[in-house]
């Protein structure tokens, strides 16, 4: 049987489920769509390559195309000799460009054009020069596009078939079902050729919601996925996926429809490019989060939005309990899935992937920490009509650090703290990603927050790649300090196999509270890694040999493979051991 008659034969039911009586035909459409773009996929996502899928040396650097410029030059190709000069793409050989095209606000996140690159950092070009040296990793941002794009300015004008494009809705509808990532009207009136009309608009006035029940939008967002596959992207993330789909009556998340069009995504993805990775973004609680997994005929990757918040947590509270439970409770994975690990991005630290995690009083503890280290707040609107925090706006650098009133704050300990925070992130299972300005041990900018009003602007500061120099080159500043230990963190990772995102994982329990301890065990068995963690201020006693579970396997471990030292016991405060 082809490929392509499998592809329809996959692809045929979940458009029926969409689109009814309809879905024959368009499963045709997808079908010459795909037949289209088959013979332009690059060699290395296609069926022949050798690469493997992932393996330990995989990483991901997390960065906007302008977040280092020199004068003269386009920033995306400031950003490749930033990363190219001195081997940084070796250690991080995966780059996930955030939204780089037109854009009217959110720093992207509402496209004008899926197709060109926004002029002021370059063009496909300087993409394609970045990815001659580095996987590159897109954003489809398919749930809204931009109110000035091509696509509602058709619909404005009652032009075809854009005039379908958009969801409208009656505004004396009840729509407190429907859930809220932002304290904003889900409604906004624009002034079309037929009148005034309500439109739905999810995030922002700005971002308009792309309406899927028509079969036209879906088309023409498979096209610009294939397109992205054909420029080499070798991983895609699914922008704010989960509200694809809406249905009066529901709450409009994580409808079965949506997980449909994944699906079919990924339908395109086993037929022409398997090598290429799909990635769900799914801000919301870890339950609702890991069903983007499918049967393992989803989402290859999803996030693991829990970790960052849980980790806050357990520094703050010095107490690894409700880490551990989740680390705990993670499923089991179907072949050819994984997590992505990440502590910070271009957005803020989530907070609902907190909930039926932690108790009430430790999530508010959570946020008045962060309040108190300089951060800000953003909220989202209950059914009710009140309002519940919804993201923590800080840079990950500084919530690991001391609330701005304790001007006696020792900054090693900081600077210990946040590299112990990515050394337990960087060897958990999966793949991790690092945020660039983790990368740069960033504080807030409250400058950038304050130009551009917005609260996520704390954590989106734009470097001068000179005075970045300056900073990564000082060895008295923290920056240096936190650039050259996290090289250093992921240049050892690369070269152990208990760390392929395959490798197992099993949980280590301590009768102290602020130790946090798991195994990772290569595929052939040949290798095993003990990660101890100690998330308090004083020195904690860890006898690792007569863990139950170390003894069950037969296991010794004594050398530590970051400091290259023999493993006492003891671990100092904020210290992190990758014992082999």
Known sequence: MSWQEQLRRRAAPRLELLYGPRGGEVAEQVAALAE???????RELGPRSEQPIWSERDAVLICYGDNVHSPGEPPLATLRTFLTRDGLHELLPVVHLLPFFPYSSDDGFS???????????????????????????????????????????????????????????????????VTRPRSLPLLTPFTTSRGEKFVWTTFSDDQVDLN??????????????????????????LDAIAYLWKEIGTNCIHLPQTHQVVKLLRDLVDAIAPRCRILT????????????????????????????????????????????????????????????????S?????????????????LHALVEAVHARGGRVNTRRKPDGGDAPYELNISYFDALGWPQDDAGGDESLHVRRFLTSQAIMLALRGIPGVYFHSLCGTPNDYEGLQQAGHNRAINRRKYDLDILDVLLGDPECSQCQVHQGLRRLLRIRQQQPAFHP???????????????GFLRIAQDGGQAIA???????????????????????GLRFDRDLLTEQTFNTRLPPFATVWLT
């Open 281 to 344: 973004e799914t801000n919301v609680p870890h339950h609702e989060n890991v069903g983007y997994l499918g049967d393992g005929d989803e989402a290859h990757m999803i996030y693991q939005f829990s970790l960052a918040p849980l980790l806050l947590d357990a520094f703050y509270q010095e107490d690894a309990h409700y880490l551990r439970a989740w680390l705990d409770g993670l499923q089991p994975l179907e072949a050819g899935t994984t997590y992505f690990n990440f502590t910070a």
């Open 502 to 516: 395959d490798a197992a994982q099993e949980v280590l329990h301590f009768d102290q509270p602020p130790v946090l």
């Open 36 to 42: 289209r773009y088959a013979d332009r996929m690059p």
């Open 212 to 237: 899927y029940a028509e079969p036209a939008v879906l088309l023409e967002m498979l096209d610009v996925f294939l397109m992205f596959l054909e420029r080499g992207a070798r991983i895609v993330r």
């Open 346 to 362: 271009h957005d803020g630290v989530g907070v609902r992937p907190a909930e039926g995690l932690l108790p009430k009083e430790r």
């Open 111 to 177: 496209v004008i054009d899926y197709r060109r690159i926004d002029p002021a950092l370059g063009d496909w070009s300087d993409v394609a020069r970045l990815g001659e040296k580095l996987d590159l990793m897109f954003d489809l941002v398919l749930n809204h596009c931009s109110q000035h794009s091509a696509y509602f300015q058709g619909y404005l004008a009652g032009e075809e078939p854009c005039e379908r494009f958009f969801i409208e809705a009656d505004q004396r509808l009840d729509l407190s079902q």
């Open 531 to 553: 990660v101890l963690a100690n998330l308090s201020s004083a020195e904690q006693e860890v006898n690792l040999a007569d863990h139950a579970l170390v003894r069950q396997r």
